[in-house]
């Protein structure tokens, strides 16, 4: 995808660094703010999360009470996590010339803010929001999801 | 005999009691609400539930989905929005800004002279930007084919990546791509040239 002077620049200057940028390609997501205690789980292990930590498809975002987290996506959907939140990624995909793709992800408590991108801009049907009593489709911009249900997924 | 009357009334009290604690027990509702953008333009959502569907269209429109499925459409005001979502709608990332470099006809290479300044710009804005992504997107005009134009806007997108490099900006903070003809800027007939579309799109996220 990058111009081949600088992969070859990054590999010669680290070799790290190239496995790094490799793996951002593949992140569904980068946090961009950050207040309290918010992990991201996934089957390798859970970690706290901090601005700049990538986000993966199937990763599961867990916020603690006066927490929050804003993560945009790889289309530039921004998601915004409040207090007390389980937010499971389920699947994200996007290509970035045809914008097809797939965004699948579930409120599993608490309450998430969203504004679409461009995936749901090209491909609405692809985008899939959900929480345990509903299913969103998404015909563009912005909304919020409540969770009322305080127990469920709760840990 | 009053004693067994006493205690049926006291019993069907009692179930009363019992029905209105139930219910003020019961959990409450998951709650969706369509928030306009900041030009004040409303897409929608529609929300499906284990029993039904309701399409929500409006400003601060919203639905109630109780646990059996249940829909109950609300109205709220801004105020009241912004009030009870304060953090979680401080907590979203800031908003993509784009800025948009023109290319002179079937080149990849002659950038518009006000390409520097946009540069500058852009450093500014990266400066301050939590954790910056760089989205370098080509496009074409219409002339060409599918397959020659996504190779063309893949030029023109690694042009403008090689330049931000030359600027100052971090390689690994850049992504480039190609979307050929598929976004035009101004929707044209098919094979036919258009300055405005021959354009890169630079997207800080």
Redesign the interface.
Known sequence: ???Q??SY??ILACGC?AV??AR??DAAG????L?GTVQIERTAGSSGAA??SEVYGSDRIVTGP?S?????LRD?T??????NTTLELNKFAFN????DGVLDATVKRG???V??GRLAKANPDAVRFS???????????????????KEEGGR | MKAAIRSRALATGAAFVMLAFLAGCSTPPDRIILLPDPEGKVGAVIVHSATGEQTINKAYAGVDVTSNGAIETTMDSQAAVQTRYAALLAARPPRPVTYTIFFLFDSATDLAPESVATVKQLKAVLATWPAPEVLVVGHTDLAGTQEWDDKLSMRRAQTVAAFLVKQGIPAQQIETAGRGKREPLVPTAEGVPNRMNRRVVITIQ
């Open positions: 995808m990058r111009l002077a600088i620049a990054l660094m790094a940028d951002a390609a980068v946090v961009k703010t207040k601005v700049g006066q929050s987290v804003g993560i945009t530039s921004q998601l915004s996590a409040g207090a970035t010339t045809t914008h309450s998430l803010a504004i679409s929480t345990p009593t509903t299913t969103l489709g998404v015909r563009g911009t912005e909304f919020i999801i409540e969770v009322g249900d």
